[in-house]
Nanobody, 118 residues
Framework: QVQLVESGGGVVKAGDSLRLSCAISGRAYAMAWFRRAPGKERGFVATFTLTGREDYADSVKGRFTISRDTANMYLQMNSLIPEDTAAYYC?????????????????WGQGTQVTVSS
């Protein structure tokens, strides 16, 4: 069984940075970050391709960086804008497959809230 716990969210001003962490318990294979903005469905933020390259949603490309070690996954968020306000979730699979689809991920954290004021 995989357990994921996010941390690092908070209230910041536009232009600030935050680093989210996702602590991993159990054996997680492919992983990704998603987010749910107020009044919207949860959507893809970042993951790794099968060749290990980083893959980002267009809205965060150039500002966010995903990384991972054996025990954690991270999301470094720079140049934050109010549109980045959302609950951020880390997700994992029990296999090495690439996907941006929420339905392909079996394990989820509880989420961490990021609020960016203008």
């Amino acid at each position: 069984q995989v357990q994921l716990v996010e941390s690092g969210g908070g209230v910041v001003k536009a232009g600030d940075s935050l680093r989210l962490s996702c602590a991993i318990s159990g054996r997680a294979y492919a992983m990704a970050w998603f987010r749910r903005a107020p009044g919207k469905e949860r959507g893809f933020v970042a993951t790794f391709t099968l060749t290990g390259r980083e893959d980002y949603a267009d809205s965060v490309k150039g500002r966010f960086t995903i990384s991972r070690d054996t025990a954690n996954m991270y999301l470094q968020m720079n140049s934050l804008i109010p549109e980045d306000t959302a609950a951020y979730y880390c997700a994992a699979k029990d296999r090495w497959t690439y996907s941006r689809e929420e339905s392909d991920y079996a394990y989820w954290g509880q989420g961490t809230q990021v609020t960016v004021s203008s």
